[in-house]
T-cell receptor, first 113, second 114 residues
Framework: DAKTTQPNSMESNEEEPVHLPCNHS???????IHWYRQLPSQGPEYVIH???SNVNNRMASLAIAEDRKSSTLILHRATLRDAAVYYC??????????????FGKGTHLIIQP | GAGVSQSPSNKVTEKGKDVELRCDPI?????LYWYRQRLGQGLEFLIY????????KSGLPSDRFSAERTGESVSTLTIQRTQQEDSAVYLC????????????FGPGTRLTVL
């Protein structure tokens, strides 16, 4: 799996937008970009994923650079409940074979009230 | 509907004992994964089951670790002769098994080896 690079931690204020960056310079053409988050004492939960175009869902937006070597997860209006570790992961688009979804250490997002 | 469940939620054992951890995936999910997460670390892939195919065991750290899955249902992760370094949260996830699909994680089993 191609590797990703994320800042160890970020801090933001409640009700402000948050932009979480991820670098994946060795991404291949068949890799999807996935984001998961892990709240304290819970298993990870899916946030969003995309391939080339920007994506929006009820939780967040995903902005993907034109060369796909980086992406940004955008939380439009952070709440205290968004405090978590955010993982940026690359995943082969094919469902066959090993599909381990390798997680790094992620970004620890701290939200200040 | 019900999500992925794992049992027990916590397990404390003595060094050298065997332990079994259970995962009940979401019904209809053909893919099942086991991960290990040490304190303050990211997730470490252990093993992957996809339907009736042979499992991908490439992430198992030693031959003390094994896992089984019956059809597309329950999976059991077994750790024999536990060591203190095995202490971690063991997470199970399941998915539909399609390319790029969402994984659903269970709450994990916290294993402490004394």
């Amino acid at each position: 799996d191609a590797k990703t690079t994320q800042p160890n931690s970020m801090e933001s204020n409640e009700e402000e937008p948050v932009h979480l960056p991820c670098n994946h310079s060795t991404i291949s053409g068949t890799d999807y970009i996935h984001w998961y988050r892990q709240l304290p004492s819970q298993g990870p939960e899916y946030v969003i994923h995309g391939l080339t175009s920007n994506v929006n869902n009820r939780m967040a937006s995903l902005a993907i650079a034109e060369d796909r070597k980086s992406s940004t997860l955008i939380l439009h209006r952070a709440t205290l409940r968004d405090a978590a570790v955010y993982y940026c992961i690359l995943r082969l688009c094919s469902g066959g074979g090993a599909d381990g979804l390798t997680f790094g250490k992620g970004t620890h997002l701290i939200i200040q009230p | 509907g019900a999500g992925v469940s794992q049992s027990p939620s916590n397990k404390v054992t003595e060094k050298g004992k065997d332990v079994e951890l259970r995962c009940d995936p979401i019904s209809g999910h053909t893919a099942l994964y086991w991960y290990r997460q040490r304190l303050g670390q990211g997730l470490e892939f252990l093993i992957y089951f996809q339907g009736n195919s042979a499992p991908d065991k490439s992430g198992l750290p030693s031959d003390r670790f094994s896992a089984e899955r019956t059809g597309e249902s329950v999976s059991t992760l077994t750790i024999q002769r536990t060591q203190q370094e095995d202490s971690a949260v063991y997470l199970c996830a399941s998915s539909l098994g399609l390319g790029g699909d969402e994984k659903f994680f269970g709450p994990g089993t916290r294993l402490t080896v004394l």
